[in-house]
């Protein structure tokens, strides 16, 4: 049996595990690293926000090699350029603005890199069925209504009631699957979402993709059901 795992570890009741037999974890596995591979921290399609703390160099000019962090209005702070505006670039595109403006000015043909160093930002990713999809910054507790909210809710017109939240626990990709209509109506709990979470709403577009997935997963009744998909 594998159990369902929140962040406190595994329950001990039977009633929050799954068989074995009743999937393949590797094909699950495999379609949820396809649908959340543009919102995990480190790769490139993530996008950088406040707070988080980036190691700039320049290849060959050792003064212009900083950690730096991205203040509350998004924004670093670099020497000679000044205030640039980070929050929302992916570590590629501030290279390449910071390598426009030292090459403008300053230096002839500089090499910027930028490494994130730490992922501070607080943000969830809402793919598949709502209103608009994106990257959502959370403050403090927020819950799946709440983050489907700012997306403009889920667009009935296209989505199913199923709500996939993807998360990372112990280094590992974990899923649960929850019914929004119940969650909607008070039948069951709302649950928390933390920061990272990748959270799907499904769709008929989205319906082969997530089809392992779902395999995987019973409907939810509590936000510590989540599965581990490896």
Known sequence: MICAAG??????????????????ATPAAAAAAKLTAGAKRGSSGYRIGPLDVL???VFKVPDL????????????NYPLIGEVQAAGKTAHQL??????????????NPQVSVFIREYN???VTVEGGVKTTGVYAIKGRTTLSQVLA??????ADVASGDIIVFRTINGKESAARFDFDQIRSGRVED???????????DTSATKIALQNVLRVLPVAT?????????
């Open 65 to 76: 090699s900083k950690t730096v962090q991205v203040a509350d209005d998004g924004t670093i």
């Open 150 to 155: 700012m997306a403009g809710d889920v667009n």
């Open 95 to 108: 290279e390449a603005e910071l390598t426009r403006k030292l090459g403008a000015n300053y230096l002839r």
């Open 55 to 57: 190691d700039v160099s």
């Open 121 to 123: 930002s607080q943000r």
């Open 191 to 201: 649950p928390q979402v933390l920061p990272g979470d990748v959270i799907v709403a």
């Open 222 to 230: 509590s936000a510590a059901y989540f599965v581990p998909l490896m």
């Open 7 to 24: 962040l406190g570890g595994c329950g001990g009741s039977s009633s929050s595990s799954i068989s074995l037999n009743s999937f393949t």
